[in-house]
């Protein structure tokens, strides 16, 4: 059983090293994949010296410009589709995501083809947002699941594991959102593609360190693009 995490990064100097640190020493071995937007604050540099280190556990893609969330995932999955990755993790850098549950979203892909970590499955469990934060997330997973019917109370989330088989049936090319829109469409895609969605209930702690990228527009294309989502004709990926 191989298993990769994927951290999209852009300007995270503050975090990038002392995560990979973090998850390198976890007892249960996880590789890891960083997928820098070309930061300015030399980001992809620190990875880079800590490959010295980790050799093949650590791997980096450098993209040039910021390509947005969602194509840096999706460059990540096929990087790992192609590496014959077992199940696939998605988490940010700013430890937010706390790397402890890791092995929790591990346990639950061995009922579920989805597991998400949940800020909402039990109550609000979210430490530090600025109240106008909070609500719009919470509200907007409700949001989704009355316009979508998708049985999941964070359809946002970011923490989220996938089995091989999940992936390898989405057709990226057509994944349309690319902001936080791409989370619920991927979790979205995948329900309607028959696969089971399981949530992990985490407690999840506002960044300390680096500068949120939440905007107005990334949520703007994610409440109009669920709108559109109860149309769209999804189909398993066919195999060439």
């Known amino acids: 059983m191989r298993r990769l995490i994927i951290i999209p990064t852009y ?5 990038v090293v002392r995560m990979i640190r973090r998850l ?3 007892e249960q071995q996880y590789d890891l994949l960083i997928v820098d937007d070309g930061s300015p604050d030399g980001t992809a540099a620190l990875v880079a010296e800590e490959q010295a280190t980790y050799g093949d556990r650590l791997h980096l893609i450098e993209r040039s410009g910021k390509l947005g969330l969602g194509t ?15 199940r696939i993790f998605e988490m940010d850098c700013d ?22 970590g949940s800020r909402y499955s039990k109550g609000v469990n979210v430490v530090n ?36 088989e999940v992936l390898a049936a989405i057709d990226f090319d057509r994944v349309a959102m690319n902001g936080y829109g791409f989370q619920i469409e991927m979790k979205y895609t995948a329900w309607t593609l028959g696969f089971t969605l399981g949530e992990v209930s985490i407690i999840f702690i506002d960044r300390e360190a680096g500068t949120s990228k939440m905007s107005s527009g990334i949520f703007g294309e994610a409440f109009f693009g669920v709108l559109k989502l109860p149309f769209r004709n999804i189909k398993r990926k066919t195999l060439k």
């Not at 300007?11 to 975090?15: I, M």
């Not at 995932?73 to 096929?78: M, T």
């Open 11 to 15: 300007n995270e100097k503050e975090n």
């Open 24 to 26: 390198m020493a976890m």
């Open 72 to 86: 840096a995932y999706i460059a990540g999955f096929k990087f790992a589709l192609a590496r014959g990755y077992d």
């Open 95 to 116: 430890f937010s995501h706390n790397p402890d549950d890791l092995p929790r979203l591990d346990a639950m892909l061995e009922q579920q083809d989805v597991a998400i």
């Open 129 to 164: 947002w600025p109240m106008g934060r909070l609500l719009m997330s919470y509200f907007a997973s409700k949001y989704v699941r009355t316009v979508t019917r998708m049985p999941v109370y964070d359809a946002t989330a970011g923490f989220v594991g996938y089995r091989r």
